[in-house]
């Protein structure tokens, strides 16, 4: 299961380019705010901006269409990893909302400029559903608050029949995070657990040891169901053991001192 919803404005003119066999690309950024609850049931307002691409003839299509910087849609699709080469050389992995439907939406929607001269939905939507197999053990800890903080990574496996009629795989990896009694109640999942993931995506920027400004996307959880599974699981002591199998919790918004500032957004 890999399935995203978002609703939010073009930051900018969306693109259509080619690739060098000729296939077109559409590619832009969505981006909202979310209008959520806290645990400690204030409101927040929570900025996302998140990139989107459609391939072959709907993408040509949709480009057709005339969206703009500000044109409000709704987009369904597939949360994909996409690896590249940055300006330097780097090899680095950016995570993409693969478009399977984007609607144009009706009527009048209150927007936000912000700091870089984008254009964002003041509301929106941005939930995903996604299911696959812990690549690690979860990883708890607490804040200096006290609110308990579990770090997850999924591996998320995509199958495919190529135009050739050959049967193709990907595995998309993606981090995960869960907060307070969701966390507390997941945390002894092991490696290898396969598991579904309710929650949003979440833009995330921090300055590393050499001062150089770094960006990740990361799931939050906001619910988390651990699936079946054949076969026990061994500990790192080699005994045999079953993984936990935690009730399914549902969590507020958790705070989010992380999420990218205005001139921080990837446009």
């Known amino acids: 299961m890999n399935n995203i919803q978002l609703t939010g404005t073009f930051t900018r003119d969306p693109e259509l380019r080619y690739t060098q066999s000729g296939l077109a690309v559409f590619e832009g950024t969505v981006a909202g705010e979310e209008q959520v609850i806290s645990h400690e049931g204030k409101p927040l307002s929570l900025p996302f901006y998140h990139r989107v691409t459609l391939l072959g003839q709907y ?42 439907q984007i609607e144009g939406l009706a009527g009048e929607f209150e927007t936000v400029g912000d700091q870089a001269g984008g254009i964002r939905m003041k509301g929106g939507q941005n939930s995903l559903t996604v299911s696959g197999n812990l690549t690690r053990d979860p990883e708890l800890r607490y804040t200096p608050s006290g609110d308990a903080v579990l770090n997850l990574s999924i591996a998320i496996n995509e199958r495919w029949t190529d135009k050739d009629g050959e049967r193709q795989e990907k595995t998309h990896f993606f981090e995960v995070t869960a907060w307070r009694e969701l966390a507390e109640a997941c945390k002894d999942l092991v490696k290898g657990d396969p598991v579904m993931i309710s929650g949003r995506l979440t833009n995330e ?10 960006r990740s996307t990361r799931i939050e959880a ?24 935690p009730e399914v919790v549902q969590t507020q918004a958790a705070a989010a001192p992380d999420l990218l500032a205005d001139d921080d957004m990837p446009f």
């Open 59 to 100: 993408a040509e299509y949709v480009a057709q269409r005339g969206y703009t910087a500000g044109s409000p849609v709704a987009i369904q699709g597939k949360l994909e990893q996409n690896a590249y080469t940055d300006g330097t050389g780097v090899k680095r992995n950016q995570a993409r909302v693969r478009i399977s």
């Open 205 to 214: 920027s921090w300055t590393d040891k050499d001062g150089n400004r770094q």
């Open 222 to 245: 906001l619910g988390l169901l651990p699936l079946q599974r054949g076969a026990q699981v061994s500990d790192r002591q080699g005994q045999g053991r079953r993984s936990a199998r």
